[in-house]
């Protein structure tokens, strides 16, 4: 499509100045074919992910409507989630922000009702609420929806999912019947199209597959894994592609946050986002992630609609999404602007069978690879050394290094081969440079951080399981037989837990601890990082 700009679309001037403002000259496909027709007041049943510019697609046409002297609501735009209200509200905020006189107010679930109440005493003329706050003030007769002329449903699929469709209906049944009536989606299925079909007349349909809907720069690759080893096998992947940004999804907030926990204690740079953080959180970790601050954000779909960063290099589906299309909105968020993507799917058990829809709906191929051994990731780091070493050697001036070098060699007595061993080795840090391969087969544990002669060890299970320290140390003796006088300090966590085991005793706890359950749970047991 043609670029068009904003000044090309019969925009009002104070709107104009805001979007100037806000950096904005060309408008998105969306918006091209969104705009014009919304301004002619007819209703519109809009295709469109999140990140299209949707919002200012209906929030352009909607301000051109509101009149700032009428302090009556006129609009009413409902949304999913809080976070969504709270973003849509701040946007609109923005776009309005020449147009002196209009009040825009986001109301949802968690936040003070009276504080809202008086809000909308005040005078508000747009509402941007989730469905169940709007009902909540429709019960109390705390707003009235006589005056509105427009009414948007943002993310309607995503609402429906939710829940609230029933209360959707109720809403749009108590709105004035002659309004116009918006409805986005970024699917289209039955239930969308029967709200669309009894509460819009003669809708007009705008659809704009986003260029991120397209997957032809993106690699995929999967991976068919236990679910207990899905964190090693992350770990591995993050350190052998080693990606400048990268999304991790899960199907769960509790996912989210166990996950984090896990990768930061690995030392990783994470944090998780999903529907239950508060919007200053939300935007602590965004920054945080578009900044580079962050290197890994773990997210739930919901929480991930938004998310717009261009550098993503990765993307990981921890979980595989429940929906077929939720694959393609995931591994869009990378391959962007030119760049080549990756995308990396963790598979469990039958869980093939729902990969293999996966490829018939996005009409792709994706490889299965095999789970890279931990020498795997000792070799992929020794290459980018070298790599480094050689871009040093053939481009930069090494005469004093060199000189520096040959006089401590001379007083010495080692080659410049062991030298250069003993630096490689450094350079890569406290990992195993002999390797080691499949969890349990490990020559050398390094520093884990434990009293001399021990070992410590990392179990993924914790003081919110109802686990005692007597209930790991009795897992440990009765797999393994050695004598509890032999285990050392058991330091317990909400989540997990460090056990100190001998040195000589640790590689067959690792390897009699595999299948082990404490408390009924199968659990991950592993060397620790150095603290």
Known sequence: METVRFDELNIAEPILRAITDMGFEEATPIQVKAIPIEMTGVDVLGQAQTGTGKTAAFAIPLLQKI???????????????????????????????????????????????VKQIRSLKAGTQIMIGTPGRVMDHMRRKTIKLDQIHTVILDEADEMLNMGFREDIETILKDVPKERQTILFSATMPKPILE??????????????????????????????????????????????????????????????????????NRGYFAEGLHGDLKQSQR?????????GKTEI?????????????????????????????????????????????????????????????????????????????????????????????????????LTSAVEMLEKRLNEEDFTALDMAAALFKMALGTENADGYD??????????????????????NIGKKQNVRPGDILGAITGETGIPGRLVGTIDMYDRYTFVEVPREHARDVLQAMQDAKIKGKVINIEPANRK
């Open 438 to 459: 499949a969890v349990g087969e490990y020559f050398d544990f390094g520093d884990t951080g434990a009293e001399e002669g021990m070992v410590r060890l990392f179990i």
């Open 67 to 113: 009149n700032p002297k009428e302090k009556k609501l006129q609009s009413l735009v409902l949304c999913p989630t809080r976070e969504l209200a709270i973003q849509v509200a701040d946007e609109i905020r923005h776009l309005a922000k020449y147009l002196h006189g209009v009040k825009v107010l986001p109301i949802y679930g968690g936040q003070d009702i």
């Open 283 to 291: 935007d602590r970790v965004m920054n945080g992630f578009r900044n």
């Open 297 to 397: 954000l773990v997210a739930t779909d919901v929480a991930a609609r938004g998310i717009d960063v261009d550098d993503v290099e990765a993307v990981f589906n921890y979980d595989l999404p429940q929906d077929d299309e939720y694959y393609v909105h995931r591994i869009g968020r990378t391959g962007r602007a030119g760049r080549t993507g990756m995308a990396f799917s963790f598979v469990v058990g039958k869980e093939a069978y729902k990969l293999r829809d996966i490829m018939k709906y996005c009409k792709t191929k994706i490889v299965l690879q095999r789970i890279p051994s931990l020498n795997d990731v000792v070799n992929t780091k020794y290459d980018k050394i070298m790599d480094r070493v050689r871009n040093m050697v053939q481009e930069e001036d």
């Open 195 to 264: 709200i669309a079909g009894e509460y819009q007349k003669d809708a007009q349909l705008i659809k704009v597959v986003k260029k991120e809907l397209t997957v032809a720069n993106i690699e995929q690759y999967y991976y068919e894994v236990k679910q207990k080893n899905k964190d090693e096998v992350l770990s591995r992947l993050l350190d052998i592609y080693n990606p400048k940004l990268s999304l991790v999804f899960c199907n769960t907030k509790r996912k989210v946050d166990e996950l984090v926990e896990v990768l930061q």
